[in-house]
C-alpha cells in the first residue's frame, strides 16, 4: 500500500474515476468499510493508492479508468437530480437510456426546472465544473409573472443579499414583456441553491418556467426533451483547456466501455396468481367474426347454427315474406313440411 503521501492519488478520487461513484460517495464508502486495499479494509479516505494497489469496492476489484467522458442531456420537469430519492419521485438517471455508463450530474436541477444538465463519468471532472472558481456562465430562460424594468435587473450586476445570503453578480436581461408575465435571460456563475428563483421573487416576480440554456461553453441547442447528446472528446478537451483538465484529472487516453443492455426481465406472477389462471388452452377464446366466445363441441351434437336450413310459415305468404332462417315451422310435424316458394 502506498503510504507516501505524495505517491499516487487519494483513494476516492481513483474511486471516483473508475466511474462507481463521486468522490463524496466513494469516502461515505470508505467509512461505511465497503473498500479494501490490498486485502485491508481502510475507514478513512485519507490514503494515497497508486496503480501497483489491488482495491476491493464490495467485493469487486476496481474495474480500469475508462475515458473521461461528458454527456449534454435535456431534463425534463418533474425528475429530481439525484440517484435515489427517499420520496419516491422519479430521477433523471432512471429516465437515461441502459446503455450509458455510470454517470454523475454536475450540479443539479430542481424537480421544476428543465433544459441543459451536465453528465459525466469523470468524478473529479464534476468536482471541477462545480467549483465557482471554475468560472463558467450558467445562463437560463425565465418565465415570470410580473412586473419588471431593466434598471431593476441592472442593479443585480454588483451582486444582492437576500436573507442573508450574498449572491454574486447577476447579468439579466429584459427580452420580453406580455400582459402578466415577462421573460428574462439570467445569467449566474456561481449556482447556489434556488439563487434565480430567491433572486426573481426578491424582484416581485414568481417564476413558472425556468430553463437552463447553457453551462459554459455547451448549448442546449436544438436537443429534445429528454435526449442525450455525447460531446467528443476531441472537443471536451479543447473546451476543458489544458489547466482545467489538469485540475480535474481528466484521462483522454483511456479506452471507452461499452456496455451491453441485458434485456429486461418478465415480472414475476403475484403470489397465488397460478392458480387463478386457467391454462391457455382452456380459456374460452374469442370468436374472430362476432367477438364472443365459442361454443364448446359435444361429441355427437351439432354446433349451434350448424346444418341449418330454411323454414317455411305459411303465414309468412300472408304477410308477403319469404322463407324466415332458423325460425322454426307452426306447421305440426306430421303433415310434413310444405315446400313453399323461395325467393
Known amino acids: 500500500m502506498a503510504q507516501n503521501q505524495q505517491d499516487g492519488e487519494r ?25 479494501s486495499v490490498n486485502g485491508a479494509k481502510i475507514t478513512s479516505p485519507a490514503l494515497n493508492v497508486s ?12 474495474p480500469g479508468a475508462e475515458r473521461t467522458r461528458l454527456f ?10 439525484t440517484s435515489s430519492d427517499p420520496q419516491g419521485r422519479p430521477t433523471i438517471f432512471e429516465a437515461l437510456p441502459k446503455d450509458l455508463p455510470r454517470l454523475i450530474s454536475v450540479g443539479r436541477l430542481d424537480l421544476t426546472t428543465e433544459g441543459l444538465l451536465l453528465l459525466t463519468n469523470d468524478g473529479g471532472l464534476a468536482r471541477a465544473l462545480e467549483l465557482p472558481a471554475t468560472g463558467w456562465l450558467r445562463r437560463y430562460r425565465v418565465r415570470a409573472h410580473g412586473k419588471v424594468m431593466q434598471s431593476q435587473l441592472d442593479a443585480l450586476r454588483d451582486g444582492v443579499t437576500i436573507d442573508g445570503i450574498n449572491y454574486g453578480p447577476i447579468e ?91 434485456p429486461e426481465k418478465p415480472a414475476a406472477p403475484e403470489r397465488g396468481d397460478e392458480k387463478r389462471r386457467e391454462p391457455r388452452d382452456k380459456r374460452a377464446k374469442p370468436d374472430d367474426s362476432r367477438g364472443q366466445t365459442r361454443e364448446k363441441r359435444i361429441p355427437g351434437r351439432p354446433m349451434r347454427g350448424e346444418g341449418r ?19 322454426r315451422s307452426t306447421q305440426p310435424s306430421e303433415r310434413g313440411r310444405p315446400k313453399g316458394p323461395r325467393r
Do not use: C
Not at 11 to 35: D, N, P, T, Y
Not at 72 to 81: A, E, F
Not at 221 to 246: C, F, M, N, S, Y
Not at 309 to 315: L, V, W
Open 72 to 81: 449534454l442531456y435535456h431534463k425534463p420537469k418533474g425528475l429530481v437530480t
Open 309 to 327: 336450413r330454411d323454414t317455411y310459415d305459411a303465414r309468412d305468404e300472408q304477410r308477403g315474406r319469404g322463407p324466415q332462417r332458423g325460425s
Open 51 to 62: 496503480t501497483r494497489d489491488k482495491i476491493v469496492v464490495d467485493g469487486k476489484p476496481l
Open 172 to 262: 439579466a436581461t429584459l427580452d420580453r414583456e406580455q400582459t402578466s408575465n415577462v421573460w428574462v435571460t439570467f445569467a449566474i456563475r456561481e449556482g447556489k441553491n434556488r439563487e434565480v428563483r430567491n433572486v426573481m421573487r426578491h424582484l416581485g416576480l414568481h417564476v413558472a418556467r425556468l430553463i437552463r440554456v447553457s453551462f459554459g461553453p455547451f448549448q442546449l441547442g436544438d436537443i429534445p426533451e429528454g435526449e442525450v447528446a455525447e460531446v467528443p472528446t476531441r472537443v471536451l478537451r479543447d473546451q476543458l483547456g489544458e489547466k482545467l483538465a489538469k485540475q480535474a484529472g481528466a484521462d483522454f487516453a483511456a479506452p471507452v466501455i461499452v456496455r451491453k443492455v441485458e
Open 11 to 35: 483513494i476516492a478520487k481513483v474511486i471516483a474515476r473508475a466511474g462507481l461513484a463521486s468522490r463524496r460517495e466513494a469516502e461515505a464508502w470508505i467509512e461505511a468499510g465497503r473498500v
